[in-house]
């Protein structure tokens, strides 16, 4: 019941300063509702009439799945690139028949996205049914490609993309022990969301800290127990994901370390470049946390920009790792002083949009400098939103004033 409680909206709603924002918050029609359900439908049929197994990643951790069912090393193959806690969650998928795993895992992916973005609207008490919840879905879904790249693939990032905002709903709402909890099963799943953990720092959530961090190990050092080669995560993928991976992965890394090298920097001088980027993002993330004003912004600019902080130094780094944040920002739009008002942050979204098209940067090995260039820019706008102060309320003008108003005390 509790948990329950949580997800409600126990603040009042505070009215938008325009007309537009006015016409977004009323109740979307029937039509635009089911056009949204139709889209959804579409996406999760044509993967699972394309793929086999939800994805070619959700391919690869089935297969670890029944690596480990089989008596073997789960590690064996290095493109498993999670903690021992998530095979159990892989053999989980495996053990399904082969047909409702195609059918299942397409649906679970769009579900997934679909409840992250209802816990995002909801954390800025957006309404639901709202015209703005049902049309933003529906553009990330048609005309934003991270999201239609992670649906195709199948990719474990779906559990951040829930996730994040379901926790900082909690958080919102008082429940940081929930929230903690949630961020622990998620990492226990795909260690994305680990930056997080600094969120929890800023706030002195001790509690909240430990559940993250119980869950995952606990599960962890209970599947390795039940695994052969149990140190397959240290001695092989570890060095593996150090290392950016293999000819496959290397192409589609967007991280700054593994784009500038491409572009003639030095490696050296890349990983400099890349660890101060990420450096001032979680400087600006602290003085984004230390303002301390009131609202579910303050929660969901710090936890964005840790995560994106982290990815310009991760390694690999995806573009549809963003399908964890950019929702979350996006559904601050009509906020007052959102980074989604910025023409920055529509800016960086650009290159994502499938019909714009860059010269030579189209091949799937080149990809990745458009990546770099939206994940770059989206930090930087998130950086100075986050670093700059309020503008102070202005004082009204003598004629604004009502009569009998005392002018301000100096």
Same mark, same amino acid.
């Not at 409600?8 to 505070?14: G, S």
């Not at 230390?290 to 929660?299: C, I, K």
């Given at each position: 019941?509790?948990?329950?409680?949580?997800?409600?909206?126990?603040?009042?709603?505070?009215p938008p300063a325009t007309a537009v924002g006015a016409w977004l918050l009323r109740p979307a029609g029937p039509v635009a509702v089911a056009v949204l359900a139709a889209v959804l439908l579409a996406r999760a049929a044509y993967v699972a009439v394309a793929f086999r197994q939800g994805g070619m990643d959700n391919a690869f951790v089935v297969h670890a799945g029944q690596v480990w069912l089989d008596g073997r090393a789960p590690y064996a193959d290095r493109r498993f690139l999670y903690f021992p806690s998530a095979v159990l969650f892989a053999a989980a998928q495996a053990a399904l028949p082969p047909l409702v795993l195609r059918v299942a895992a397409p649906v679970v992916c769009v579900a997934l996205v679909t409840g992250g973005w209802w816990c995002a609207v909801r954390l800025f008490r957006v309404p639901a049914r709202s015209r703005f919840a049902?049309?933003?879905?529906l553009g990330l879904v048609l005309v934003w490609a991270p999201v239609g790249h992670l649906l195709t693939l199948g990719n474990w990032t779906v559990i951040g993309a829930l996730a994040l905002p379901s926790a900082l709903l909690l958080a919102e709402r008082g429940r940081w022990d929930a929230a903690g909890a949630v961020l622990g099963l998620s990492v226990a799943v795909k260690p994305l969301l680990l930056p997080v953990a600094l969120l929890l720092v800023l706030a002195r959530r001790w509690r909240a800290l430990a559940w993250m961090?119980?869950?995952?190990?606990? /599960?962890? *050092?209970?599947? #390795? @127990?039940?695994?052969?080669?149990?140190a397959g995560f240290l001695t092989r993928t570890l060095p593996f994901l150090l290392q950016g991976g293999d000819a496959l992965m290397r192409p589609f890394d967007c991280s700054l370390l593994a784009v500038l090298p491409r572009l003639g920097v030095p490696p050296a001088l890349a990983r400099l470049v890349g660890l101060a980027a990420a450096a001032a993002g979680v400087v600006c993330a602290w003085l984004r946390w230390?303002?301390?004003?009131?609202?579910?912004?303050?929660?969901a600019d710090t936890a964005a920009m840790l995560m994106l902080a982290s990815y310009l130094v991760s390694r690999p780094s995806y573009e549809h790792?963003?399908?964890?944040?950019?929702? /979350?920002? *996006?559904?601050? #739009? @009509?906020?007052a002083g959102s980074v989604a008002r910025s023409p920055w942050f529509w800016t960086a979204l650009v290159p994502q949009v499938p019909e714009f098209a860059f010269p030579h940067l189209e091949a799937s090995t080149r990809r990745a400098f458009k990546d770099a260039f939206t994940l770059t820019v989206l930090a930087a706008a998130l950086a100075v939103r986050c670093a700059r102060a309020p503008a102070p309320e202005r004082a009204p003008a003598p004629a604004e004033r009502k009569s009998g108003d005392r002018p301000p005390t100096p």
């Open positions: 019941m509790q948990l329950r409680d949580a997800f409600r909206t126990t603040a009042p709603q505070t049902v049309l933003g879905l961090v119980a869950l995952p190990a606990a /599960l962890s *050092l209970g599947m #390795a @127990l039940l695994m052969p080669d149990p230390r303002r301390a004003d009131p609202g579910p912004a303050r929660l790792y963003l399908v964890a944040v950019v929702p /979350l920002l *996006l559904a601050g #739009a @009509l906020e």
